[in-house]
């Protein structure tokens, strides 16, 4: 931690000296620096004119940005709201959804943030920039945290567990980026500690619905973003590079170089990224990324399911879950593509994901929400850490796809229809060490072969230049393997919600 003690120090020393008048996005590297006119945010010269206008609350190339999403909405098999998952609500098919709720539903077209970013030029085309910024539930003002959710509901009965799911978001007051680093259009943008993967870049940009709760099963899980494990969406300790070259591509890597003690949920993970904006005609272009990631004794933190029947369904008396974290080697690839024109944006996308044993097995450690974790532990302790799930003990290692496409359509400047499907595959990697590896397509076992589908459709409408109402819906089901312990396979989630982007 004393790295990230470090990283707090720098990033204050650059706030307090920055007079920089361009407030642009730190993280990514324009081809030409555009004038200053173009880039200076309009400073908010009193309360109603922060809130009724598309100002700034901006000072000397300092700028406090947030969002806050609010919402209402209803699931045919939901669970109870939770005010420390970075979810909140049950919008996806979970484990623990069980019956028809009208719910709070916050965070679903975007998760609630509040942050400040800057930069401050040093000289020729360098600059310093910064970002720091932290997701919170808007109806309680706590942290995001994820695997607090978790641990929270450890050994409470699954059938009265609340909406709680992993994250990367762990309760921390820099649980979205914290970094600094220096920008230059013609060099590129170098940036140090936490930051997003690529790959989590990469589903903001390809994602139809930008990675949002409640209506994109890529946005609620994770699992795409981290290369396998939600967690590792966001590294604590990791240095990015990110150069535009040749007008119309770019290139990008991404070195994790802390493990769990510097508050990342691997041991060590790499990126690399080849991508471009290619004119078609007119003002059409297609938008193309391919990035390959590897993540060393990646987390994933779940609670191990109690007793199931035959078709891998909890029985009564649902037994209380253990906080149980999978440790393994994930090595994934993503194929992305976009085509946009005036009105309309089409998305597709494409991630492989194999799982394999950890290269260093891990018998106790602390996870990134300070959830200590043991093998072997007494009974009391009610947690455990699995080794094993991947390729050892008759085992095979786990492949895993994920595809998706969508539409947004602009029906006017300020109104936005917006639709996606979602699609899993897992294929079967269970066996024994007796009779070697069998296939297997019930929900009877984790390991068996499984699908999981999701549909989505809102609606978002832009009434004022700070502000924008939106209603939707997302229907998830899963199938085989990956609704194994699941009380029920499939939900309905309705939404409607109120955001204000400052």
Same mark, same amino acid.
């Given at each position: 931690?004393?790295?990230?003690?470090?990283?707090?120090?720098?990033?204050?020393?650059?706030?307090?000296?920055?007079?920089?008048?361009?407030?642009?996005?730190?993280?990514?590297?324009?081809?030409?620096?555009?004038?200053?006119?173009?880039?200076?945010? /309009?400073? $908010?010269?009193? #309360?109603?004119?922060?809130?009724?206008?598309?100002?700034?609350?901006?000072?000397?190339?300092?700028?406090?940005?947030?969002?806050?999403? +609010?919402?209402?909405?209803?699931?045919?098999?939901?669970?109870?709201?939770?005010?420390?998952?970075?979810?909140?609500?049950?919008?996806?098919?979970?484990?623990?959804?069980?019956?028809?709720?009208?719910?709070?539903?916050?965070?679903?077209?975007?998760?609630?943030?509040?942050?400040?970013?800057?930069?401050?030029?040093?000289?020729?085309?360098?600059?310093?920039?910064? &970002?720091?910024?932290?997701?919170?539930?808007?109806?309680?003002? *706590?942290?995001?945290?994820?695997?607090?959710?978790?641990?929270?509901?450890?050994?409470?009965?699954?059938?009265?567990?609340?909406?709680?799911?992993?994250?990367?978001?762990?309760?921390?007051?820099?649980?979205?980026?914290?970094?600094?680093?220096?920008?230059?259009?013609?060099?590129?943008?170098?940036?140090?500690? /936490?930051?997003?993967?690529?790959?989590?870049?990469?589903?903001?940009?390809?994602?139809?619905?930008?990675?949002?709760?409640?209506?994109?099963?890529?946005?609620?899980?994770?699992?795409? $973003?981290?290369?396998?494990?939600?967690?590792?969406?966001?590294?604590?300790?990791?240095?990015?590079?990110?150069?535009?070259?040749?007008?119309?591509?770019?290139?990008?890597?991404?070195?994790?170089?802390?493990?769990?003690?510097?508050?990342?949920?691997?041991?060590?993970?790499?990126?690399?990224?080849?991508?471009?904006?290619?004119?078609?005609?007119?003002?059409?272009?297609?938008?193309?990324?391919?990035?390959?990631?590897?993540?060393? &004794?990646?987390?994933?933190?779940?609670?191990?399911?109690?007793?199931?029947?035959?078709?891998?369904?909890?029985?009564?008396?649902?037994?209380?879950?253990?906080?149980?974290?999978?440790?393994? &080697?994930?090595?994934?690839?993503?194929?992305?593509? /976009?085509?946009?024109?005036?009105?309309?944006?089409?998305?597709?996308?494409?991630?492989?994901?194999?799982?394999?044993?950890?290269?260093? #097995?891990?018998?106790?450690?602390?996870?990134?929400?300070?959830?200590?974790?043991?093998?072997?532990?007494?009974?009391?302790? !009610?947690?455990?850490? !699995? !080794?094993?799930?991947?390729?050892?003990?008759?085992?095979?290692?786990?492949?895993?796809?994920?595809?998706?496409?969508?539409?947004?359509?602009?029906?006017?400047?300020?109104?936005?229809?917006?639709?996606?499907?979602?699609?899993?595959?897992?294929?079967?990697?269970?066996?024994?060490?007796? +009779?070697?590896?069998?296939? $297997?397509?019930?929900?009877?076992?984790?390991? $068996?072969?499984?699908?999981?589908?999701?549909?989505?459709?809102?609606?978002?409408?832009?009434?004022?230049?700070?502000?924008?109402?939106?209603?939707?819906?997302?229907?998830?089901?899963?199938?085989?393997?990956?609704?194994?312990?699941?009380?029920?396979?499939? !939900?309905?989630?309705?939404?409607?919600?109120? *955001?204000?982007?400052?």
């Amino acid at each position: 931690m004393a790295k990230l003690g470090i990283c707090a120090a720098f990033l204050a020393a650059i706030v307090g000296a920055s007079s920089a008048s361009d407030a642009r996005a730190a993280d990514v590297a324009p081809i030409k620096a555009p004038p200053a006119s173009a880039t200076t945010p /309009r400073p $908010c010269t009193d #309360p109603s004119d922060f809130v009724t206008t598309n100002c700034q609350l901006t000072w000397e190339g300092i700028t406090v940005f947030g969002i806050i999403d +609010t919402g209402f909405g209803w699931q045919s098999h939901g669970a109870p709201f939770d005010t420390r998952s970075a979810v909140a609500a049950s919008y996806l098919i979970q484990k623990q959804n069980r019956s028809a709720i009208w719910t709070l539903a916050p965070n679903a077209l975007s998760n609630s943030t509040i942050g400040i970013k800057g930069t401050r030029p040093i000289g020729e085309d360098f600059s310093f920039v910064f &970002d720091l910024d932290a997701g919170f539930d808007p109806y309680s003002l *706590r942290f995001s945290n994820g695997p607090g959710s978790i641990a929270a509901n450890a050994g409470v009965p699954q059938n009265l567990q609340s909406a709680y799911s992993d994250s990367s978001r762990a309760g921390q007051w820099y649980n979205g980026q914290g970094y600094v680093g220096v920008s230059s259009p013609t060099y590129g943008t170098l940036t140090l500690f /936490r930051q997003n993967s690529l790959t989590l870049d990469a589903v903001f940009d390809y994602d139809p619905f930008g990675a949002s709760y409640g209506f994109s099963a890529i946005g609620f899980q994770g699992i795409t $973003c981290g290369g396998g494990n939600t967690e590792n969406c966001r590294h604590s300790t990791s240095l990015k590079y990110k150069v535009h070259f040749l007008n119309h591509f770019r290139a990008a890597a991404l070195w994790q170089f802390g493990g769990y003690d510097e508050n990342n949920a691997s041991n060590g993970a790499y990126q690399f990224q080849l991508g471009g904006d290619i004119p078609i005609r007119g003002n059409d272009v297609l938008s193309i990324d391919a990035i390959y990631s590897h993540v060393k &004794d990646s987390v994933s933190l779940a609670l191990a399911p109690g007793a199931n029947n035959a078709f891998g369904t909890p029985i009564a008396p649902f037994l209380p879950q253990a906080l149980t974290a999978t440790i393994s &080697d994930n090595t994934a690839a993503m194929l992305v593509a /976009r085509y946009t024109t005036k009105s309309l944006k089409l998305y597709a996308g494409y991630e492989y994901i194999r799982y394999e044993p950890p290269s260093n #097995p891990q018998a106790a450690f602390t996870d990134i929400a300070g959830n200590f974790l043991c093998q072997g532990c007494d009974a009391f302790n !009610n947690t455990n850490i !699995n !080794n094993a799930a991947f390729g050892m003990n008759g085992l095979g290692n786990k492949t895993f796809q994920v595809m998706w496409a969508g539409a947004k359509y602009s029906v006017t400047d300020d109104l936005d229809v917006i639709g996606a499907y979602y699609h899993y595959i897992q294929d079967s990697f269970f066996g024994t060490a007796a +009779t070697g590896p069998a296939f $297997c397509s019930s929900s009877e076992h984790p390991q $068996c072969a499984g699908t999981f589908d999701a549909i989505s459709t809102a609606v978002d409408w832009r009434f004022a230049p700070k502000w924008d109402t939106y209603v939707g819906v997302m229907f998830t089901q899963v199938n085989g393997g990956l609704g194994f312990g699941f009380f029920e396979h499939s !939900n309905v989630a309705t939404t409607a919600g109120l *955001r204000f982007r400052f």
